[in-house]
């Protein structure tokens, strides 16, 4: 049972990561082809680390502490 739990876990950081580089590459891609510069794989990898760290952070931090004070009151 405690290996079906570090998996689910490894999961959700791994697909976390996919849909935080797709998002990043796509809002990249829409901000250089405004401003007429070419697309840069770096900068939209770099933007997918910092969404993660920000969702990771917040998903098991922040908010699942505000969730369990509401159950409670």
Known sequence: MKNVKNEVLQMRFIW???WA???????SYILT??????????????????FTVA?????EGILKGEKEEHEYS
């Open 16 to 18: 976390t990561f996919v």
């Open 21 to 27: 580089l797709l998002i990043s590459c796509v809002i």
């Open 33 to 50: 082809s405004m401003a007429s510069a070419p697309f840069n794989f770096i900068h939209a990898l770099i933007l997918a680390v910092i």
């Open 55 to 59: 969702i990771l952070l917040l998903g």
